[in-house]
């Protein structure tokens, strides 16, 4: 006689994000939990990491006090193996045409050790596994705010089992979505001057799982590298500004996210020192005189299309 089945309370994509976990080389069960509860409460930690959570506060003094126990441990001296906080978290910044990319993927792909293109010392796989299945969500930083940017379902994540995971444990915030409404999305942030980066996380299985589209205003990544946490690599490109087609009228400035843009002696200038290449002015420019070019400082763009054919001619 066959036993009937116990009810099980785990949920089915947690079960998922569970199967994931047992199959990604060095994942431990302290990661996994890691990516449980950032996934699982993904505004209750985004809140704090921005501030905008009431116990955010004393959070970062018992982090700041923590730190200075640290630095006067002499056992806790620099470490090269000590991952920063950046290493574990953080985006890389993509253009439009980039970003169109990672949510037009009719395959499953598997990039491995993109240093060359993330540079960083974690998280920096594109494994992509049912790259279809794309959830719109409410933006985190965005709903931490009391005036946050409108509209709000703007971050995009991509493949299993990081949708379906979102999907089931924040319903009320979230929606599947296909491929165009994905792009349509892109295309109206990119219209609002806002950038997309590709996110990456060591606690989601060490790789890319979402794309969110930030404003200077809410984003706490883009704030956090403000602040000198490098959680953002450019994209791979820098901005020109070609002298003999700018009429200095200034349009573009303000539209640079990064405060990479000032008009000086009647023409634009581009820092490169803060430039990104997110590519958002470049369309300000009534005159086309900016342009993005390759950055050879720079670590490589995030371009999927190259990076699987670079990949395919290797074999």
């Known amino acids: ?11 089915p994509s947690t079960r998922a994000f569970m199967a994931a976990a047992r199959h990604t080389p060095g994942y431990t ?3 996994w939990l890691h990516g449980y509860i950032y ?11 921005t501030g905008g959570h009431p116990i955010a506060g004393p959070l970062k003094r018992l982090a700041l006090a923590a730190g200075r126990l640290r630095r006067s441990d002499p056992s806790a001296a620099d470490n090269p193996q000590r991952s920063t906080f950046a290493d574990t978290y953080h985006g890389k ?20 050790n993109l240093e060359h293109v993330i540079p960083y010392a974690l998280a920096r796989d594109i494994v992509m596994r049912q790259p ?12 931490s705010r009391a005036n946050p940017c409108l509209p709000l ?20 915030r979230s929606r599947r979505i296909t491929a165009g409404e994905a792009a349509e999305i892109l295309s109206s942030e990119h219209d609002r001057g806002h950038v997309h980066h590709a996110f990456f996380k060591d606690a989601m299985l060490g790789r890319f799982y979402a794309i969110c589209n930030c404003c200077t205003c809410c984003c706490g990544a883009m704030g956090a590298h403000r602040g000198g946490v490098p959680m953002l690599a450019p994209s791979g490109y820098t901005c ?3 002298p003999d087609l700018c009429i200095a009228c200034g349009a573009c400035e303000p539209s640079c996210p990064f405060g990479a843009l000032a008009l000086a002696d009647d023409a634009m200038e581009v820092d490169p020192a803060l430039c990104m290449g997110c590519g958002v002015c470049v369309d300000r420019c ?16 995030l371009e999927l299309d190259r990076l699987l054919a670079a990949a395919e001619s290797a074999l």
Do not use: K, N
């Open 1 to 11: 006689m066959r036993r009937p089945t116990r009810p099980s309370f785990i949920r």
């Open 29 to 31: 069960v302290m990661d």
């Open 39 to 49: 996934g699982r409460w993904t505004y209750l930690y985004i809140g704090i990491g």
């Open 93 to 112: 910044v993509v253009t439009l045409e980039a970003a169109q990319q990672l949510i037009s993927v009719e395959r499953d792909i598997d990039l491995r």
């Open 132 to 143: 279809d299945h794309i959830v719109a969500l409410e933006c985190p930083c965005r709903a």
């Open 153 to 172: 379902d703007v971050c995009l994540i991509v493949g299993e089992p990081f949708a379906g995971f979102v999907l089931e444990h924040h319903s009320s």
């Open 240 to 242: 020109r500004a070609d």
């Open 286 to 301: 009534p005159q086309g005189a900016l342009t993005l070019s390759l950055d050879p400082a720079a670590s490589l763009p």
